[in-house]
């Protein structure tokens, strides 16, 4: 038990539509970072956010979108949905302090583009 | 940009040592990190060793890191059927914030 939870745990679009997947933060933690896991890979960082500014970001196109809350909780937008944006989706917190830490991981919310 | 291989399949007996492999292509990687899958679920942090470490050890997990040859070991003692899943290795950067790059995953599939 990590203690981030995500919402919800599965969902299911069609292309061109649009998404929010959210994800709660352990309390204390000022960082949060988002990755996509596409079936059969490992995850790929989508982007990072540090005391709700963005801080680094992957190579994703800019219809992936992020906001993060001073309550610990944070959102993963993506617009114009494409069949390849299905994927499991995790996020991540830490607290934020150092550049190197320990990072506690959601369980994931399963996408599927139709 | 940081590129992580790990091969793609383990069979091992319950009972015996499994060992996982892993190898990343940027030096200046400072944090490497083993995290488990199991189907259906998130990632679970195992273990981590930081670069300047030749081992690192923890109950039945023993992590070796090879700087000069940028490989990184998972050993597993005594292998049990709670062990089947989908292991990844991971390396995070100097400066780079926390971003984490993983490899493809080893599936361990361990047999009675």
């Known amino acids: 038990e990590t203690g981030v939870t995500q919402s919800p745990t599965h969902l299911i679009k069609t292309r061109g539509q649009q998404v929010t997947l959210r994800c709660s933060s352990q309390s204390g933690h000022n960082t949060v970072s988002w990755y996509q896991q596409a079936l059969g890979q490992g995850p790929q960082f989508i982007f990072q956010y540090y005391r709700e500014e963005e801080n680094g970001r992957g190579n994703f196109p800019p219809r992936f979108s992020g906001l993060q809350f001073p309550n610990y909780s944070s959102e993963l937008n993506v617009n114009a949905l494409e069949l390849d944006d299905s994927a499991l989706y995790l996020c991540?917190?830490?607290?934020?302090?150092?550049?190197?830490?320990?990072?506690?991981f959601g369980p994931g919310t399963r996408l599927l583009v139709l | 940009g940081e590129d992580v291989e790990q091969s793609l399949f383990l069979s091992v007996r319950e009972g015996d040592s499994s060992v996982i492999n892993c190898t990343y292509t940027?030096?200046?990687?400072?944090?490497l990190y083993w995290y488990k899958q199991e189907p259906g679920a998130g990632l679970q942090l195992l273990t981590y060793?930081?670069?300047?470490?030749d081992m690192k050890q923890d109950q039945r997990l023993t992590v070796l890191l090879n700087k000069k040859d940028k490989h990184l070991s998972l050993r597993i003692a005594d292998t049990q059927t709670g062990d089947s899943a989908i292991y990844f290795c991971a390396v995070s950067l100097t400066g780079g914030g926390n971003k984490l790059t993983f490899g493809t995953g080893t599936q361990l599939k361990v047999e009675l």
């Open positions: 940027d030096s200046s990687s400072t944090y």
């Open positions: 991540a917190s830490s607290p934020g302090d150092y550049d190197q830490e320990t990072q506690y």
């Open positions: 060793i930081f670069s300047n470490m």
